[in-house]
């Protein structure tokens, strides 16, 4: 049984390269949110991350931030995800301590 792969480059017309920037910054504002409130819980109360519970934290974070809205909640909640495989590879000595997003090209 072969394996075929495929490659596509997509071409996005001028609205959707704007739809997916804000995508973007919506999925690096939750993951910087996120990674500034657990680093403070753990500098002042010792507690470390727990996905599902962040993960809970994201309708509320819907409502202080109307923005965020416009970006698909599984992007939003893959940030979370992703934030928590970073802890988990520097608790595990596997990583340093995750770094905040910046804004790139």
């Not at 490659?7 to 996120?34: D, H, I, W």
């Not at 940030?79 to 802890?87: C, D, M, P, R």
Request: charged share 30%.
């Amino acid at each position: 049984m072969a394996i075929i792969a495929y490659k596509f480059r997509v071409y996005p017309s001028q609205k959707q390269l704007e739809t997916l920037k804000q995508f973007a910054g919506c999925v690096r504002f939750v993951y910087n949110y996120m990674l500034a409130l657990s680093k403070e819980k753990y500098e002042k109360e010792g507690i470390k991350w727990n996905t599902l519970g962040y993960k809970k934290l994201l309708p509320r974070l819907k409502e202080e931030y109307p923005f965020l809205k416009q970006a698909p909640s599984q992007a939003l909640q893959q940030a979370v995800i992703n934030l928590g495989k970073a802890y988990e590879n520097f608790f595990k000595d596997r990583a340093k301590f995750p770094k905040f997003k910046k804004r790139k090209r």
